[in-house]
Structures are given as structure tokens and as C-alpha cells.
């Protein structure tokens, strides 16, 4: 599910196009104490699930379930690309919500749903914001 939201964020946010990153690299730039290259850096993060009601039935356990995705977006004046970003920082993070919110990747059972956004502290003159959004689901498990 990471993947696919990375692509759909890509490929509908102007200023994130070839800038999104997964977990790894999100680790990878924590552990180096640096901050991003360029003017603007995203990341997609699991963050965490949820149990919800339960059934079993012949056979079969479901259980509906919350899984979370974070969108950690760094923002400098770096270069144009940050730059246009920060001019417009609240259209920008406004386009992420657009980008997922009513969306899901064609294997879940619900949409994507904002559920939170703030900013982050950071140093060296980045602005970090993080998006937390909510998809509903389905686990179906033999018996």
C-alpha cells in the first residue's frame, strides 16, 4: 500500500514528482543527522493499525481493521522547488489531502480519510509537516 501511495502523490502533487521516499530512506536520513537534499522531501510511513469489530463464520475470521499511513513532508528554500512550495505552503498541503483523501489502492475496502496534520520541529531551516491519514479495511482469515 506504501508504494502505491507514494506513486499516487507523484503523480498529483507537482512539487513531490520524484521526491517521495519510503520508510527506508526516512530511516537512512534520520540516522544521518542531516537534513534532505533539495528544497523539498516526502516520505511515506506506516503508522500503525487498528482492530475494529470481529466475526467468525464458517470457516472464516474478519475482522475489520484501521491501518494509518503518515506523510512526512520537509520543506526548504533550497531550491524552486521549495521555494514555490513554502510561497504556498498551505495550497501545497492541501494538495496532499486532495491527492489521497476519497482514495484507496485497489486492494482495501475503504478510502483514504485525513485524520491529522502539524508541523514538525525541525533544524537547519526546514519546515516539516505531518499528514496522518486513515483507511479502513478488511483482515479475512481462514479457520
Avoid: H, Y
Wanted: hydrophobic share 40%; glycine share 8%; aromatic share 6%.
Amino acid at each position: 500500500m506504501l508504494k502505491a501511495v507514494q506513486t499516487r502523490l507523484e503523480s498529483r502533487v507537482p512539487e513531490l514528482e520524484n521526491r517521495v521516499d519510503l520508510a527506508a530512506e526516512f530511516a537512512r536520513l534520520r540516522e544521518s543527522g542531516r537534513g534532505p537534499v533539495g528544497g523539498v522531501a516526502c516520505f511515506v510511513l506506516p503508522s500503525g493499525t487498528t482492530g475494529l469489530q470481529a466475526r467468525a463464520s464458517s470457516g472464516l475470521f474478519v475482522q475489520d481493521i484501521r491501518l494509518g499511513v503518515s506523510v512526512v513532508t520537509m520543506l526548504q528554500s533550497t531550491d524552486a522547488t521549495g521555494q514555490r512550495a513554502l510561497d504556498r505552503i498551505d495550497e501545497f498541503l492541501k494538495e496532499i489531502q486532495r491527492a489521497l483523501c476519497g482514495w484507496a489502492p485497489t486492494d482495501t475496502v475503504g478510502v483514504f480519510e485525513l485524520a491529522s496534520e502539524r508541523p514538525v520541529p525541525q533544524e537547519r531551516g526546514t519546515l516539516a509537516f505531518l499528514t496522518d491519514f486513515r483507511i479502513n479495511d478488511q483482515l479475512r482469515i481462514p479457520t
